[in-house]
């Protein structure tokens, strides 16, 4: 693909994070069958009763709050709902489309305001970090996209 490194880095970014998710979201549909719930339970109960550390209290606590199972299949159609989109994403700014820069910077801006608000109520680094690397691309995309726009016949 050929075009500014920061495009590129954009395409290349949506394209790792598409194949990792309806990745993930494949094999965890491929596993549903074969007991996938039961045995996330099964793990918690496990690091509850044998490790004492803190984190594994943690993380047991919440695999056992995400593996129940209505949780854990809108977790899973969620991934791929979000795979799918982040693809068809990285698809149309490599493709070269007018609309996709207005695309990603639609799908990114539109989870802001949910961020914003996880943010103020368990600030985190690496939330202020993902926060502002999406409002950067959301705005390079969309000077990008301003600056290239089609004429009106």
Do not use: Q
């Not at 007018?98 to 608000?117: D, Q």
């Amino acid at each position: 693909m050929s075009g500014p490194p920061a495009l590129r880095a954009i395409v290349l970014y949506k394209s790792l994070k598409a194949s990792l998710e309806l990745g993930a979201a494949l094999l965890l549909g491929a596993l549903w069958p074969l007991g996938l719930p039961e045995k996330l339970e099964t793990v918690a109960v496990w690091l509850r009763h044998h490790i004492t550390h803190g984190w594994a209290n943690e993380l047991a606590a919440w695999l056992v709050d995400g593996a129940a199972r209505r949780r854990l299949a809108l977790s899973l159609v969620a991934l791929g709902l979000d795979g799918a989109l982040t693809a068809v994403e990285a698809w149309s700014l490599r493709a070269g489309h007018w609309w996709g820069p207005w695309l990603v910077v639609a799908a990114t801006t539109s989870l802001l305001p949910f961020e914003i608000y996880e943010f103020a109520r368990v600030p985190r680094p690496s939330r202020a970090v993902l926060i502002a690397v999406n409002l950067l691309v959301a705005a390079y995309l969309a000077r990008r996209a301003w600056a290239e726009r089609r004429p009106s016949v």
